[in-house]
Every structure is written in C-alpha cells, then in structure tokens.
C-alpha cells in the first residue's frame, strides 16, 4: 500500500530536549517536505527536499532542521524546542514537485511542547 | 494581506443543497492550484486539480481564473459525507513553493 509513515502520532516533550519526527515514503518519490498547521493560519510549508540531500527553506524554517539522506526517509528535527513549537505536523511526498501532482500526507505528528 | 485567501465558515448546508466556496490568491506567479480536503484535523486529501479550462468530478467542479486571481470548488448534491474541511492551495517557484488556505468547513445536514 503506497503510503507516507509518520512518527510519532503524538508527543509531548519539555522546552529544550531534542527531539526527532521521522518520516518515511514507500512510493519512491522524489519530493518530500513538511508542514505545520496551527488554529486560524492553515498549513505552513517548513522545509522541502527535492532529492536526496538537496534540501531548501519554506515559510517557516526557524528552530528546525532537515536531512535527506535516503530518498524515502525525511526526518524532521528540533534542536531546542519550544512551546511555539506546539503544533501540528504533517509531512508529505510527491512525484513531480512539491505540489505540482497530488501530494501524499503522512498521517500527522501532534507535538506539545511544555 | 494573506497570500491565500478563504472563508472559514462554517457553511451549513442541508442534504442536497449545492454550495459554492472561494478562494483567492495574491502572486500572480502561482502555477498549480489544488482542492484539498482535510477532514477534522486529519491529514489533507487531494479533491481535485484546478484549471483554467475547468474541470468536473462528479458532483464537483473546480474552475481557476488567472485574470481575477480566484479559484472555485462547486459541490452539487450535497452529502452527509462531504462534510470537512476544504482546502485552497497554490504552488509557485517551479512548484516547490506552497500557500494553503486556512480552509473553509462544510457541514452538511440532514
């Protein structure tokens, strides 16, 4: 079944413990990235990947970071968290750009930082 | 002013009703434009593309016009089961670059 694995679904962490969301495709897609989604501002792009190791900003890149060391694998990292960091997670894959054809979301991470 | 612009709604609408959502978009340079749906906080769903030369699926029917910078999503024939979230994206920067909507909510009852 094609699909994009996220984990976890849910985390809750404390300000400042570094902390990983993985992200996984079994579609062989070329294109991944992140979003989160908060009340009242709809989905914000993070970061996307265009390949293997080539990655670039979105709208809101800040206290975050990306690798793309595999193509089905996209991790997300916080290296410091913080309670604006409280959101939702989603990440996603696609055949031809990041949002040129249909887009597969993962399921989401629901992250609470306290 | 926000890059993409919807109408949060909610939209109540009965069974059988059409309903009609909007949703506009600031840069010009936008090459793709989506319907998404996105149902109570659970990952977005692709509904449908969008051209400028219109384009149906069944009950459905998006429409982008480049000149106004707007696009369209009509639902005939409304179902219990179109109830969700309906999101507006754009894409721009050889289709790297994306802008949702914040989403429009539809209830549709019986």
């Known amino acids: 079944e094609a699909q994009v694995t996220q984990n976890p679904r849910y985390l809750i962490t404390v300000t400042g413990k570094k902390l990983t969301v993985t992200c996984s495709q079994n579609m062989n897609h070329e294109y991944m990235s992140w979003y989160r989604q908060d009340p009242g501002l709809g989905l914000r792009q993070i970061y996307y990947?265009?390949?293997?190791?080539?990655?670039d900003k979105g709208d809101v890149p800040e206290g975050y970071k990306v690798s793309r060391k595999e193509k089905r694998n996209f991790p997300l990292i916080l290296e410091s968290p913080s309670p604006n960091q409280t959101s939702l997670y989603f990440c996603?894959?696609?055949?031809?750009?990041?949002?040129?054809?249909?887009?597969?979301f993962g399921q989401g991470t629901r992250l609470t930082v306290v | 002013r926000k890059e993409v612009e919807q109408d949060p709604g909610p939209f109540n609408v009965p069974e059988g009703a059409t309903v009609a959502f909007n949703c506009t978009y600031s840069n010009s340079a936008s090459q793709s434009f989506f319907w998404y749906r996105q149902d109570c906080r659970k990952e977005p769903k692709l509904l449908m593309s969008?051209?400028?030369s219109g384009n149906e699926d069944g009950r459905f029917t998006a429409q982008l016009n480049r000149a106004s910078q707007y696009i369209s999503l009509l639902i005939r024939d409304s179902k219990l089961s179109d109830s969700a979230t309906y999101l507006c994206v754009v894409s721009w920067e050889g289709y790297q670059k994306v802008t949702f909507g914040i989403g429009t909510k539809l209830q549709v009852i019986p």
């Open positions: 990947s265009m390949n293997v190791e080539v990655t």
């Open positions: 969008v051209y400028s």
């Open positions: 996603a894959s696609s055949f031809l750009g990041v949002m040129n054809t249909e887009a597969f």
